[in-house]
């Protein structure tokens, strides 16, 4: 009873990760999107100690170690993105950023 | 050796040319002495080396009188082998003495009659690429060379006719020769493949010598029918590079050139390799009776209908140009009943007072500034005393009076046509009648030009100016005359039973029948000759009586106006062309053009591009610039991949 | 794996809860607050397996710093509520994503399940961590050892990070360059 196989935490991971790629996907807000962003990190970051748990190996703490640091850099320069596209456009609307098309 | 025949006019062509193109073109005035001297002396250089070559060869013994001069090897495909060869035998050095004489004192001429011409070293390159062509054509030692040669001076028939080509009926002109021209090369390139198919080789002296081979092991193995099939195919180039019938159209427009071209190609040389050829691949002809009646009878026909023309026309030069055709008839029954040194000698004679009465007629229209119809003209006599001498000795020699040369050549084809074992009675009444009519245009053109009162002050001229028709200068004035020496003297080569030239071509043309024998006895032919002679004085005497009476002349052309209207308008010929041939061939241009050219092969290409641009721009909406666009795709993508590789595992 | 189920459930269930609501929030903030206890649920998950330097992690720079941001910039840009999120493409994107992923999970639990136990456990079993100083000790150890060239590395992406964030958003540049567009 004081079990939990490592695989009920790594669907659970999966479940937390497709959350939040399906937010990724359907959200119009730039930040939001963002944040979906930072939801599959951090499923990403919990596989990654499970398994450091279950194979008793602690790579994989380190490995998460950094990848948030990764996270917050990465975080810091999209927000200045987001101010400066703010900026010019005054919106944070996705469907307005399509500069690239075609 | 040989071929520096062939480079002095090639050279010139290149100097002349070259000239041209750096230099006058861009309008540097520069008269024509410099480029015709240079011309001139390129085919002049030829001349020389052509008399040198005649005489060396006169100094070999009479069985071995071939000079080969082989330069390299054209092409080698599989079984087919030609070489740039040029052979001089003594059929091809009296075309080569004829062809370079009359063309240099034509070169001469030029000069004096272009001398306004805004391009004249391009009238002289365009000259001296025709007489190199010319020269390939009668020295080439293989059919393939000739061709080469003959192709040649079709081109530059086209581009000296269409010389004035911002005139649309000049380049027009220009074009129907080359088409016409062409069509017969058909004939000659069916006939080439043949011969190769059958005999292995195109070349002169090795098809002789089979030729011969398969003669001497008998008849049988030879295939008469595939060698009339041959000759008659070559005879159909002859047709269209000699202008007989029905391809001689294009010779009366011809005329639209400058009248040294007129002179020169369309009398004395390009027209005459019909006969050149006919007469070297004599060893053909001689096989098949039936090919050498094909040849008689479309050149008696020939000459009886263009003479028959020649009658009712009023362009002095289009007279002489439907007399060459008829002429050129002549020749070809000369050597369709078996008369091949016949033919050759009439050629010799013609090119001498052919070109001295085209060159006459230049300078009568150069005097007349520029008139060319007959009935503007008259009483030339006392205003151009020297041409009228000489125009006199060319149309004396045409008409066939002796002593002039063109009674002798034209007799003795006549002659062999009563005389031949393939001539008969009929060729030699049509013939005769030609001649009449012959000795009856001549004069009638004669006199309307020299005789008679002048009738040209009546045409309007530039009030003021003063219509004053002038003898030509020296310089188209000498060239004539030597070209008139010659038509007086030069039938002596030809005097029958002392027949020097039958001698001289006889290692290539063979032995003429004794006709003497089998057509009852020299007395026949001394008889003949004298008929021959009466009917040309009668032609004379008819012309000059009734032109000296030009009223009269107008009455009986109103009362049989029929007949006058028909030769005027050459039988109407070339508008059966148009509406037979010309009209569908063009319809069906047009309904090929529209229905398959448009329609589908432009549909299909353009199709092809709007196909790709298509593709393109529906390809290109797969670019939105939205990323959550582009993380579907990538979903989509994980789904499909994950699901493949992980379905077997779970 | 020895943990305590409960807590584990619990904190599993409140992380997907609340993910769910930062997805389907209408309002910005409101996703930002939803995430914040997504991040501590998870601290809580990582504690539970001895992750103990991790959780610390996590709370001080994800909840600390990173949604703090987040907030910030929220709140600076003023964004209004947006009413127009509900379009029918993105519906139908999101239904189809949800599947998609109901699928994924499904299949990936099935792989995760079949998924058998590697023969030989690694060297860091909680009683050699316990012996060796304890989680955040034997991992800074690591860090400093094994790990020290990324760890360098990190540093200066740091400072990449920094420079290019104050030049993006430098209010100087970019005006004038918005100004010069005009």
Same mark, same amino acid.
């Given at each position: ?102 | ?41 390129? !085919? ?61 004192? !034509? ?38 060379? %000739? ?35 062409? +069509? ?47 000759? !008659? ?12 019938? *029905?391809?001689?159209?294009?010779? *009366?427009?011809?005329?639209? /050139? ?60 289009? !007279? ?85 040369? /063109? ?30 009519? %012959?000795?009856?245009?001549? %004069? ?33 004035? +000498? ?32 032995? *003429? ?29 008819? /012309? ?96 499909? %991949? ?9 | ?11 599993? $269930? ?85 599947? $998609? ?31 060796? $100083? $304890? ?48």
């Amino acid at each position: 009873m004081n079990q939990v196989e490592p695989w009920v935490v790594l669907s659970f991971c999966s479940i937390i990760f497709f959350i939040g790629f399906t937010g990724l996907l359907i959200r119009r807000n730039v930040l939001v999107v963002l944040m979906c962003i930072e939801l599959m990190l951090n499923a990403v970051n919990l596989t990654f100690v499970t398994y450091a748990k279950q194979l008793q190996n602690l790579g994989g703490q380190v490995a998460v170690f950094f990848i948030i640091t990764v996270a917050a850099a990465e975080t810091a320069v999209g927000l200045g993105l987001v101010v400066a596209m703010f900026r010019t456009l005054r919106s944070v609307d996705t469907d307005q950023i399509q500069l690239l098309r075609e | 050796m040989l071929f520096l025949v062939a480079l002095f006019p090639l050279i010139g062509f290149l100097a002349n040319g070259l000239w041209h193109a750096l230099v006058q073109a861009r309008s540097v005035r520069s008269g024509s002495l410099i480029p015709g001297l240079v011309g001139s002396a390129a !085919i002049g250089t030829s001349f020389l080396a052509s008399l040198l070559l005649f005489v060396r060869l006169k100094g070999m013994p009479v069985g071995q009188r071939v000079i080969e001069d082989v330069l390299f090897n054209w092409l080698t495909i599989g079984n087919l082998s030609i070489d740039v060869a040029f052979r001089l035998d003594p059929l091809s050095s009296i075309f080569l003495l004829f062809i370079t004489g009359v063309a240099t004192l !034509i070169h001469l001429y030029s000069i004096g009659y272009m001398e306004d011409d805004e391009t004249p070293a391009k009238f002289f390159a365009y000259l001296n690429l025709f007489c190199f062509s010319m020269i390939v054509l009668v020295l080439g030692g293989s059919l393939p060379l %000739t061709f080469l040669g003959w192709e040649g001076v079709g081109l530059c028939s086209y581009l000296l006719i269409a010389y004035w080509y911002s005139d649309p009926e000049k380049a027009s002109a220009g074009k129907k020769a080359f088409i016409v021209n062409r +069509i017969g090369d058909v004939g000659f390139m069916i006939g080439m493949f043949i011969i190769f198919a059958k005999f292995g080789t195109l070349d002169i002296a090795a098809l002789r010598t089979l030729v011969q081979q398969a003669q001497e092991a008998g008849a049988a193995g030879i295939d008469i029918g595939m060698i009339t099939t041959v000759c !008659i195919c070559l005879f159909v180039g002859c047709i269209g590079k000699s202008a007989q019938i *029905p391809l001689f159209v294009w010779l *009366p427009d011809a005329m639209a /050139g400058p009248t040294p071209v007129s002179a020169l190609i369309h009398a004395a040389t390009m027209v005459t390799s019909g006969v050149y050829l006919v007469a070297r691949m004599n060893f053909l002809y001689d096989l098949s009776s039936t090919a050498l009646h094909v040849v008689a009878i479309t050149g008696l026909a020939t000459a009886l209908f263009a003479a028959s023309i020649a009658v009712a026309q009023t362009d002095i030069k289009k !007279i002489l140009a439907y007399s060459t055709i008829s002429q050129l008839g002549f020749m070809f029954l000369g050597c369709g009943v078996g008369a091949y040194a016949a033919g050759v000698g009439h050629v010799v004679t013609h090119a001498f007072f052919k070109a001295l009465l085209f060159l006459g007629a230049g300078n009568v229209i150069h005097g007349m500034h520029q008139q060319q119809d007959i009935t503007k003209m008259g009483g030339l006599k006392t205003k151009m005393p020297k041409t009228f001498l000489a125009f006199a000795a060319g149309a004396l020699a045409i008409s066939g009076i002796p002593p002039f040369s /063109g009674f002798f050549t034209k007799d003795e084809i006549v002659w062999r046509a009563y005389s031949s074992p393939e001539g008969s009675v009929w060729f030699w009444a049509l013939a005769l009648f030609t001649s009449v009519l %012959t000795a009856f245009y001549m %004069t009638r053109l004669f006199s309307l030009t020299f005789l008679g009162k002048p009738r040209f002050q009546k045409s309007a001229q530039t009030p003021g100016e003063s219509f004053r028709v002038h003898e030509a200068p020296a310089v188209m004035v +000498i060239p004539i005359q030597i070209l008139a020496v010659l038509s007086v003297i030069g039938g002596f080569i030809a005097i029958p039973h002392l027949n020097w030239l039958e001698h001289w071509l006889s290692p290539v043309l063979g032995q *003429p029948h004794d006709a003497a024998a089998a057509a009852g006895g020299s007395g026949m032919e001394w008889l003949l000759m004298l008929v021959s002679t009466a009917a040309a004085a009668l032609g004379i005497f008819i /012309g000059l009586k009734m032109y000296a009476n030009l009223a009269r002349v107008d009455r009986i052309k109103e009362r049989w106006d029929w007949v006058t209207g028909v030769l005027r308008n050459k039988w109407y010929v070339d508008e059966v062309y148009g509406f037979v041939l010309i009209r569908p061939i063009y319809r069906l241009s047009l309904a090929l053009w529209r229905g398959f050219d448009i329609a589908v092969i432009d549909r299909a290409v353009l199709g092809f591009g709007k196909a790709t641009e298509w593709t393109g721009q529906t390809a290109r909406l797969i670019q939105t610039g939205s990323i959550q666009v582009y993380a579907f795709v990538i979903l989509i993508g994980i789904l499909v %991949t994950a699901g493949y590789l992980l379905y077997g595992v779970a | 794996m020895n943990i305590s189920p409960g807590f584990f459930y619990v904190f599993a $269930g409140t992380s997907i809860l609340f993910s769910l609501l930062v997805i389907l929030n209408r309002s910005a903030i409101a996703s930002a607050f939803s995430l914040l206890v997504v991040f501590f649920s998870f601290a809580g998950i990582y504690a539970l397996l001895d992750a103990h330097l991790v959780a610390a992690l996590q709370v001080l720079i994800y909840a600390g710093a990173i949604l703090v941001l987040f907030i910030f910039v929220i709140m600076l840009l003023n964004v209004e509520q947006a009413s127009f999120d509900y379009k029918r493409g993105r519906v139908l994107t999101g239904v189809f994503a949800a599947f $998609g992923a109901f699928g994924m999970v499904f299949l990936l639990g099935r792989v995760f399940r079949s998924a058998s136990a590697p023969a030989q456990p690694g060297p860091f079993s909680p009683e050699n961590v316990q012996a060796a $100083g $304890g989680n955040t000790q034997v991992l800074s150890e690591l860090l400093f050892s094994e790990y020290v060239l990324p760890f360098e590395l990190t540093s200066v992406l740091l400072l990449a990070a920094i420079v290019g964030s104050v030049a993006i958003a430098k209010r100087g540049a970019v005006e004038k360059k918005s100004k010069e567009a005009k």
